[in-house]
């Protein structure tokens, strides 16, 4: 068993709307079937014996093991506590070789799966050791580190719920909810409205207090001190006890309260100068310590937090008894468990010397041993849901705090006898405020009910009813994919949207081009989406990125299939036959949102069936509007878009708009069928967005298809009396759709320059010229700058194998070279000749051209 081609589809994709990982797995003859295999299933189970059924009941197919390591990956992440359920095994085309397919939550925990279980299966096959105990441990391990902590994943599990879609931008807590110009964005318990003047004045404790006196909120008096012998004259000054702590730290770290004597001030001011260099004595505030969380305007959760202790049982030494407590499975290290172990170092030996206790003392049963002074989560103390018993002068004073820190999220300390009551009348105070606040305590305390605190903070970032979306149009097809992205794109904007283009010619925001070359991918895509200037983002969606990676959003509102078409690829990535194609153009169909649209080619079966994996609701569009699944279609009372003599209707029920195709310039006058198709399919996804019929239809009149708007797509030029037609065409359908268009174009003679993609199959290069050599007089051929891994002067053979039984063509010559070819056909044309270049740099080729044009 060898496995290769590891990929992430990091979206909805061919198998599912599950991220997924998939590899591709050669299985020799005897790895066919497990039942070559004498005793593996046996073995396989021994070493993980909750892998399951190897196969559903009642089938009788061989199970090969590529399908083993299928169940071993999924099942391996599973009782490593991920949430995975979707696998799945399929034989390709080529015998022996299988496509694995297994869901992932986090994606390096998918990789590690996959590896982990590939080394069971050899173990099982081979009858060697497998540590099981170690490989769950490793896949644990992994996935505490990768995935969301507590306070993100909250926030994130928020907005999913209310369907706002979500991007991890980096390894950390940094994520972007929502697209384009109505995206937000958080770090952990920050958003993009957390300033960072805000910020900082919390990380100063000495500020915080000025300013929050100011405003009447109670704060204990203290000041900063220099070194020790300040800190103690400080402390004299304040009255003992006193609470010393770094003046910019956070999560309780170097914070020690209760300190009554120069020793203990010894080692507390030692512990907080490791934090910081400034350190604040401030006066010891007796009472317990609560967190308050406010988020904009109110209080949404609060809680008591006790510090780390241990109760005696009289048998345990104080170290076993925090041994014993650390073992509970909420206990963990650092924030990813709702619990962290209790930290046994110097701090809580000093906090038991106070106690005239060692950590080898034996406590009383019952007796409360404190093992440090703070209150922290994150030393290992605990928490107790007070939200309901929190006083509403107190509730104001805590948003008074924030307000007056200027922070949207806000965590207030709080150290008082009792939240049922104002702080003026308990002698309370506000200790600190904190930026970025921990929410576990909140989310799981340890005692009491868990509040929403991720969904309030995603409704005070995006109010009832916005889910951050923009428009999102998907087009796919074998032809016509750019001209639609493009019209689209045109009607949107003329609609005062600013949008976002990606196509297989660049990434474009406005009428800006950000990038260039085939941009047809989900890298495009997102790009486009992080974007906070797009309004609105039509997407060209090819067949190779959704292979790749699947789609870069889970959801569009329009989704275009133009047409599904011979010779686009085949035979790459193991899609060998149209029908193959037409599943992975499906993709962005089975994925419109529910209220959303799929706009289909009637005429076009396999396009047509599409139609039952729509969620949403279906616009189809045609030439002929007598056509079988038009016709019904219509008289169902559905949409749909068809060319009536000489113009485009749109018609649903007695609904019906009439655009003539004199005014629709890329049709010619309505004689170029493929550029009519293109703006049908336009017309009916600008319906579906909602556009007004006049910027629809003021859209089609300014659309123009020349070669800085629609570069390599029928782009025509007059050279000295003669046509010349630029094309990026490159598949035996557009061959078609060009020959039908020139035929409608009349010309003296007629010439085409040509060369073919190396990357196709030998019978599409072949059958390019196959088509072109009935309709042309005179074919120059050329050897494209990239071979795409053929032989050179491979590629020019196939298109002459092409034109072995032309009926039309006197003159067949090859040229090295494009620009070579097409200087050699514009030397040839005279006045009223045609000549087709198809290209193959689109930029670089239309430049050359228009210099010769200019040249005259």
């Known amino acids: 068993m060898e496995v290769s081609r590891i990929r992430a589809l990091r979206g909805p994709n061919l198998w599912s709307r599950h991220t997924a990982i998939e590899a591709i797995v050669a ?17 396989l189970r021994a070493r993980f014996p909750e892998i399951g059924s190897l196969q559903p009941a009642g089938h009788k197919d061989a199970i090969s093991l590529a399908h083993a390591l299928e169940l071993a990956t999924l099942g391996l992440q599973a009782h490593a506590g991920c949430p995975v359920t979707f696998s799945r095994t399929s034989q390709t085309v080529e015998t022996g070789i299988y496509q694995v397919v297994v869901e992932y939550s986090e994606e390096e925990v998918g990789r590690l799966a996959l590896e982990l279980a590939e080394n069971l299966c050899r173990s099982a096959l081979n009858d060697t050791p497998f540590d099981l105990t170690g490989a769950l441990a490793s896949l644990r391990e992994l996935d505490e580190d990768v995935r969301f902590g507590p306070s993100t994943g909250a926030i994130v599990q928020a907005a999913t719920a209310r369907s706002i879609p979500c991007r991890r931008l980096t390894a950390g807590s940094l994520v972007q909810f929502g697209w384009g110009s109505r995206q937000r964005r958080i770090q952990a318990a920050e958003t993009d409205q957390t300033s960072a003047i805000a910020e900082a004045i919390a990380q100063d404790k000495d500020l915080t207090k000025k300013l929050l006196d100011a405003a009447g909120v109670p704060v204990p008096i203290g000041r900063q001190a220099e070194d020790i012998d300040e800190a103690w004259t400080a402390a004299c000054e304040i009255g003992l006890p006193v609470v010393v702590k770094p003046s910019d730290g956070n999560q309780g770290k ?12 010894q080692v507390a001011y030692a512990a907080a100068a490791e934090i910081s260099p400034n350190v604040m004595i401030e006066r010891y505030i007796p009472g317990y310590d609560f967190r308050l969380l406010v988020i904009g305007k109110n209080v949404v959760a609060a809680a008591r937090r006790d510090p780390p ?39 809580a030996i000093a906090r038991l010397a106070v106690q005239n206790l060692t950590a080898d003392s034996i406590p009383a049963q019952g007796a409360r041993i404190i093992l440090r002074n703070n209150a922290n989560l994150s030393t290992g103390g605990t928490a107790t849901d007070v939200t309901d018993d929190v006083h509403p002068e107190l509730a104001a004073r805590a948003v008074a705090t924030a307000q007056m820190v200027g922070l949207d999220i806000c965590g207030i300390d709080v150290v008082c006898d009792d939240v049922n009551k104002p702080l003026e009348d308990q002698g309370g105070a506000v200790i600190e405020t904190n930026a ?22 995603i409704a005070n970032m995006f109010a009832d009813g916005n889910d951050g979306r923009i428009p999102i149009v998907a087009v796919a097809g074998t032809n016509g994919k750019t001209t639609t992205v493009r019209l689209i794109a045109h009607l949107q904007t003329l609609s005062g949207l600013r949008v976002g283009m990606t196509n297989s010619d660049g990434v474009y925001i406005g009428q800006r081009r950000i990038d260039t070359g085939d941009c047809s991918g989900p890298k495009s895509a997102r790009n486009v989406l992080l974007h906070p200037d797009v309004d609105a983002a039509v997407l060209e969606t090819a067949r190779g ?8 959003f889970d959801r569009c509102n329009v989704a275009v299939v133009t047409n599904i078409g011979i010779g686009d690829h085949l035979g790459l990535s193991y899609i060998s036959t149209v029908e193959d194609l037409a599943v992975v153009k499906r993709v962005i169909v089975q994925n419109v949102a529910p209220n959303g649209t799929a706009v289909l080619n009637a ?115 007059d050279y000295r009396g003669a046509t010349l037609i630029a094309d990026y065409g490159h598949n035996p359908d557009a061959m078609q759709a060009l020959v039908k268009a020139v035929d409608a174009m009349p010309a003296k003679k007629r010439m085409v320059v040509i060369s073919g993609a190396g990357d196709r199959r030998d019978v599409d290069i072949s059958h390019q010229t196959q088509i072109l050599g009935d309709a042309f007089d005179e074919v120059l051929l050329y050897q494209d700058q990239c ?25 067949i010559e090859e040229i090295r070279g494009e620009f070579l070819a097409i200087d050699t056909a514009l030397a040839r044309l005279k006045p009223g000749d045609l000549c087709l270049i198809l290209i193959d740099q689109v930029d670089e080729a239309l430049a050359h051209i228009a210099k010769r044009v200019a040249e005259g």
Request: aromatic share 6%; proline share 4%; hydrophobic share 40%.
């Open 545 to 552: 990125g959704v292979l790749r990676e699947g789609l870069a």
């Open 27 to 43: 299985c020799s003859e005897n790895e066919r079937s497990i039942d070559e295999q004498p005793g593996f299933e046996a073995r």
């Open 436 to 457: 970025a606040p921990g929410l576990r305590m909140h989310l799981d305390p340890s005692f009491g009910k868990g509040r929403a605190v991720g969904e309030a903070i």
């Open 787 to 811: 071979q795409r891994g053929r032989a050179d002067g491979e590629v020019l053979a196939l298109l002459q194998q092409g034109l072995v039984n032309a009926r039309r063509v006197k003159s």
């Open 254 to 265: 170097g914070v020690t309260v209760n300190v009554a004597t120069r020793e203990q001030l």
């Open 603 to 717: 005429t076009d079966p396999m396009v047509a069936r599409m139609a039952t994996a729509c969620p949403g609701s279906v616009t189809y569009f045609a030439h002929d509007r007598h056509h079988p699944i038009m016709s019904t279609h219509c008289a169902q009372g559905h949409r749909v878009v068809y060319q009536d003599g000489d113009a485009i209707v749109a018609s649903e029920g007695s609904f019906e708009q009439r655009i003539a195709l004199a005014d629709i310039p890329i049709t010619r006058n309505g004689t170029i069928g493929f550029q009519i198709e293109n703006a049908m399919a336009a017309t009916a996804a600008a319906w579906a967005l909602g556009l007004d019929w006049q910027i629809i239809r003021k859209g089609l009149v300014t659309f123009v298809n020349d070669a800085q708007t629609a570069p390599g797509r029928f782009n025509v030029f």
């Open 309 to 347: 202790h241990v109760i005696g049982d009289g048998v345990h030494t104080i170290r076993e008894l925090v041994d014993l407590v650390n073992s509970d499975p909420r206990r963990g290290v650092g924030h990813a468990t709702s619990l962290t172990k209790i930290r046994f170092d110097d701090i």
